[in-house]
């Protein structure tokens, strides 16, 4: 019984990354209907630069800071320079360009910071076991920050001008512009909010995966899952689906598949979830007026 | 009609050279030729999915593998002999691909992209299971014999490989064409271009989707047997996510609407990783990249769509009274 609930909350805590991830990839979804196949390996660059700025001597949460900012300047700058001239042209050009984008990162992290694999210092520590020894200090802290990056984006979108802008841009660009809202320039925050998402998972994940150039490749693959699993156009849904399908990696890690095929469950949820519900928990089924 | 025409005489002539070029070639180029055919095969899978179907699967490397496996499990376990294994790699990569294809193709645009994606990300794993590898061989793959030419032909073995793997090559092209060029193909290419108009004149797209995408598989799958063949060795790592990123990466070069592409795309996936890996280790992955984003801004039709407009130019240099 302790190691199921152990289980269950070392998922919670892989889930907050997969939900942080998901929902980078709904908010790009949901403005552009792109998926971002490079989401990954953009945060896995801001990871890189976080580890540099920390190796410099910038303290760990300065170099939060400072990498989630840079990471959000990334954001828009690919979304300028790479997405703008595609975004109305076919899936496959989107899909080349972002399968493009992910293997330029992937490689020039390798090049750059090198491919072996180096260990990431954790800023949450403890002298004395949490919740009866359940979690890890690392854990519970990635969690609750994960949570409250979560929050804040979610009151961001729901309570600011800002926010509701950025809404009207995604859910219909063509009236929102005639509200006089800057579709292109919300497109723009979009991108990099999400990078910023992205980038802040993670800097929280590598102390637990380790740091190396295809570290978020797995969890990018759950990060779908979850989103598909949640609706891909509901960003509640990805959150949602992110949890739910860290802690039955867990589960059926431990308990059913064996570790050694842990990502297979990733396609199996994925392949249920189209079988079953293709609009996922929370979405909307798709209906297209001809 | 002229335009088929001059189409098979050209497919012809490209043949009877790389016919030729088994005779004039040392044991390394016949390996590279062979890996060219078996490349160009696998992007063909491609083309028929994505240039005439307008699905896009990231995930055509798991086909390769099937298809790998399917013939090294048969060859080293069972003792088949070569040639009777490529059947059975058809039809277990077209039925995985048809199982894959059922739930995702009902969906359109992304979802066949995303599910072959996290199958391709997720194949490495099975094959490595403890659990299968008395069948795979688990981490180590499997090792099987070299293909002898057969009624004592005054061939070498890596002679024979390629002429093999050129015949099985050559007819894969055939049954891609004509079936591109048939009622099916037309049914795919309606699917593609305007699904909805396609369904009301009675074209079952769900149906046409899958199947395209089985047919897809199974060029891909017997693109991995042949390579199983050539190769003699088989272990999982061998077809890694980065495996169906190339095979991507051909179909673009290539060009997606092309069949004559690709053998470009081949010839692309089986030389420049070469080129590229003597600048740096990261190199590959810079240039794929930078090549994929430069094609998709500047070239969106490969090489086959510009080889193609250069024909029509010509023709029409050639018939200046039309």
Known sequence: ?290 | MTGNRSALGGALVVFAVLLALAFVSDSYHLFQLTMLVVYAVAVLGMVVLTGYNGQISLGQGAFFAIGSYATAILMANYNWPYWATLPVAAAASALVGFLIGFPALRLGGLYLALTTFALAVAVPQVLKVDALSGLTGGVQGLTMDKAEPPFHLPLTGDQWIYLFTLGVGGLMFLLAWNLTRGRIGRAMMAVREQSTAAEAMGVSLAGIKTRTFAVSAMLTGVAGALSSIAVQFVAPDSFNFFLSITLFVGLVVGGVDSIPGALFGGAFIEFVPNIANDISKAAPGVVYGAILIGFMFLMPRGVGGLLARALRRGRKLAAPAE
């Open chain 1, 1 to 290: 019984m302790i190691g199921l609930l152990h289980q269950i909350s070392s998922g919670i805590a892989s889930g907050a990354i997969y939900a942080s991830v998901s929902l980078a990839l709904v908010m790009i979804y949901q403005a552009t209907h792109h998926v971002n196949f490079a989401q990954g390996e953009m945060a896995t660059l801001s990871t890189f630069v976080a580890l540099t700025l920390i190796h410099a001597g910038v303290p760990f949460w300065g170099a939060f800071v400072i990498t989630v900012v840079l990471s959000f300047g990334l954001g828009v700058a690919v979304e300028r320079v790479l997405m703008r001239p595609v975004m109305n042209a076919p899936v496959l050009t989107s899909v080349g360009v972002f399968i493009g984008l992910l293997l330029i990162i992937n490689a020039l992290d390798g090049w750059i910071f090198g491919f072996t694999i180096k260990s990431f210092p954790s800023p949450f520590h403890s002298a004395h076991p949490l919740l009866g020894g359940l979690v890890s200090p690392h854990e519970l802290g990635e969690t609750g920050l994960t949570v409250v990056v979560l929050t804040l984006v979610w009151l961001f979108f729901r309570f600011t001008p800002l926010g509701l802008a950025m809404r009207a841009a995604a859910h219909n660009p063509s009236s929102a512009r005639l509200c006089g809202i800057n579709v292109s320039r919300m497109l723009g925050l979009g991108w990099g909010l999400a990078a910023a998402i992205g980038a802040a998972a993670g800097i929280m994940v590598a102390p637990v995966v380790f740091l190396d150039p295809n570290m978020m490749s797995g969890i990018l693959l759950y990060a779908f899952a979850g989103a598909l699993l949640g609706g891909i156009d509901s960003p509640l849904g990805a959150v949602i689906g992110g949890f739910v399908v860290g802690v039955l990696e867990n589960i059926f890690g431990a308990y059913i598949v064996g570790t050694e095929l842990k990502l297979t469950v990733a396609l199996i949820i994925i392949v249920a979830v189209l079988l079953v519900k293709p609009a996922g928990l929370l979405g909307r089924a798709v209906q297209v007026r001809v």
